[in-house]
């Protein structure tokens, strides 16, 4: 997947139950609700195989970008450490 690099796979998958996966996932739901009253279907009988789709699509995209998330955040660590690492004199301990 091009909007993931390869060194995600290093990191440990997130769960699969996020609040991000959730959230997304009830936004599709709504979204497809929202889709059967606008075009005056009954609202939570009609198109049920398009509102678990919603939630489908929904819950995936979450999914990756609570990854993408996880990876930005190693990266910042990374790189904080990288260069605490480098520079101890700018960071000494208290009371030294």
Not at 5 to 18: A, T
Not at 77 to 92: A, G, I, M, S, T
């Amino acid at each position: 997947m091009a909007f993931l690099p390869d060194e995600v796979r290093s990191l440990p998958p997130p769960p699969l139950f996020n609040r991000v996966s959730a959230w997304l996932g009830f936004v599709g739901w709504l979204t497809a609700l929202m889709d059967n009253s606008f075009n005056r279907r009954p609202v939570l009988r009609a198109g049920v195989h398009r509102q678990l789709l919603f939630t489908t699509v929904g819950w995936f995209v979450g999914y990756y970008l609570m990854k993408r998330s996880d990876y930005f955040y190693a990266k910042l660590d990374r790189e904080l450490l990288e260069y605490v690492r480098h520079h101890p004199e700018d960071f000494k301990a208290a009371g030294t």
